[in-house]
T-cell receptor
Framework: DTGVSQNPRHKITKRGQNVTFRCDPI?????LYWYRQTLGQGPEFLTY????????KSRLLSDRFSAERPKGSFSTLEIQRTEQGDSAMYLC???????????FGPGTRLTVL | DAKTTQPTSMDCAEGRAANLPCNHS???????VYWYRQIHSQGPQYIIH???NNETNEMASLIITEDRKSSTLILPHATLRDTAVYYC?????????????FGTGTRLQVTL
């Protein structure tokens, strides 16, 4: 399968714990995106990388959230001191550029108890 | 801020064409129209995009009005597997500001 992969697919954690998600984009895609989606809503943009540079961050990305893409390939999204409001589907996507379409992974569903 | 307006839901009989409308009256000259869909519990799937000409691929056709203020996604022969939420999005062609802003989309229900 040469699509975007995300791990884990599901994560259940207790409030206050830290969690980290991994995204492996389609190879050779230089752009990588993180989105968050809550029930009944469309995906909301969190942040975007071009190669290893984080070029844009949403105001939704509080200081408890950090994303990295150290070698311009895979990316990690860490949430520190999780809160119940962080429960959502976290989607990763990659592209060669918008005009070529953005390709999403299956998402990581986070449940904070 | 989503720049598009879509009906909340639509029904379509299996085998018939599904025509999903989208209004984007404030679209600017450097913005494409993109369509994505999301089947339950999966990530969004790219369908098609266009600038001003009509486009067709193996999944769908995209008809954009001459003034570019609205468009229609056409699934020529809808099947039950096409049941999904369909998102119409306008976004930039180039540049580093490359995020797509999703609205709430149209929930298409294909029935027997």
């Amino acid at each position: 399968d040469t699509g975007v992969s995300q791990n884990p697919r599901h994560k259940i954690t207790k409030r206050g714990q830290n969690v980290t998600f991994r995204c492996d984009p389609i190879s050779e895609h230089n752009r990588l995106y993180w989105y968050r989606q809550t029930l009944g809503q469309g995906p909301e943009f969190l942040t975007y990388f071009q190669n290893e540079a984080q070029l844009e961050k949403s105001r939704l990305l509080s200081d408890r959230f950090s994303a990295e893409r150290p070698k311009g390939s895979f990316s990690t999204l860490e949430i520190q001191r999780t809160e119940q409001g962080d429960s959502a589907m976290y989607l990763c996507a990659s592209s060669l550029g918008l005009s070529s379409g953005i390709y999403f992974g299956p998402g990581t569903r986070l449940t904070v108890l | 801020d989503a720049k598009t307006t879509q009906p909340t839901s639509m029904d379509c009989a299996e085998g018939r064409a599904a025509n999903l409308p989208c209004n984007h009256s404030t679209i600017s000259g450097n913005e494409y129209v993109y369509w994505y869909r999301q089947i339950h519990s999966q990530g969004p799937q790219y369908i098609i995009h266009g600038l001003k000409n009509n486009e067709t691929n193996e999944m769908a056709s995209l008809i954009i009005t001459e003034d570019r203020k609205s468009s229609t996604l056409i699934l020529p022969h809808a099947t039950l597997r096409d049941t999904a939420v369909y998102y119409c999005i306008v976004g930039p062609v180039t540049g580093t500001a490359s995020k797509l802003t999703f609205g709430t989309g149209t929930r298409l229900q294909v029935t027997l």
